[in-house]
């Protein structure tokens, strides 16, 4: 079964550092997403990537956030300067072209201290 | 901002009980998926339902779209202890800027004892 995969599983940072999350998405999607889910909280979501490009982002998604598929494998998502609520699990996610394929990665824990 | 609503939040039972999880919404979603997550892991698709009024059936699961697509039910059978976990709701409106956004709800801890 083909799987989307997370690292870390888990990262602690000091806050005001730069983190960066990475993805390796399942190889034949075509959409690509981050999602986050705080500590008892929603899953809600960040960002949507199609076509090399952002396509969609949440309010949550602001100047402190950028993705990148660097090398058209990996799916990467940046945190310039971390604050303590930025703490969460946070997810990536593919799909196909339609919604049955929609798969989750495992996720990285996030812990800013 | 469309909201989903899960009900109820917990739920424990005997083993071999039936239970019923219900999403409500006063918004109309393109689809709705159910995702099963458990601690430290990435929710799994369980289904996706996309026709007002559609059932699909999971060996012991039961999932319904309501037929003004604005909610969905999750029916279990005679639930097993492997049952055990947090089910979610999400939905999915297709169409102009979306790229396929998931809306989710707040989940529902289900646990089955022995």
């Known amino acids: 079964e083909p799987e989307v995969t997370q690292t870390p599983s888990h990262q602690v940072t000091q806050m005001g550092q730069e983190v960066i999350l990475r993805c390796v998405p399942i190889?034949?999607?075509?959409?690509f997403y981050w999602y986050r889910q705080i500590l008892g909280q929603k899953v809600e979501f960040l960002v949507s990537?199609?076509?090399?490009?952002?396509?969609?982002k949440s309010e949550i998604f602001d100047d402190q956030f950028s993705v990148e598929r660097p090398d058209g494998s990996n799916f990467t998502l940046k945190i310039r300067s971390t604050k303590l609520e930025d703490s969460a699990m946070y997810f990536c996610?593919?799909?196909?072209?339609?919604?049955?394929?929609?798969?989750f990665g495992s996720g990285t824990r996030l812990t800013v201290v | 901002t469309q909201l989903l609503e899960q009900s109820p939040q917990f739920l424990s039972i005997q083993e071999g009980e039936n239970l019923t999880v219900y999403c409500n919404s006063s918004?109309?979603?393109?689809?709705l998926q159910w995702y099963r997550q458990e601690p430290g892991e990435g929710p799994v698709l369980l289904v996706t339902?996309?026709?007002?009024?559609e059932v699909k059936k999971l060996k012991r699961l039961t999932f319904q779209f309501g037929d003004a697509r604005k909610d969905s039910s999750l029916h279990i059978t005679a639930a097993q202890p492997g049952d055990t976990g947090l089910y979610l709701c999400?939905?999915?409106?297709?169409?102009?800027?979306?790229?396929?956004?998931?809306?989710f709800g707040q989940g529902t801890i289900l646990t089955v004892h022995p």
């Open positions: 190889s034949n999607h075509l959409y």
């Open positions: 999400a939905g999915y409106n297709a169409g102009g800027t979306s790229y396929g956004k998931l809306t």
């Open positions: 918004s109309v979603f393109s689809s």
């Open positions: 339902v996309v026709t007002g009024g």
């Open positions: 990537f199609y076509n090399n490009e952002i396509s969609e």
């Open positions: 996610a593919s799909r196909p072209t339609t919604f049955y394929g929609y798969t």
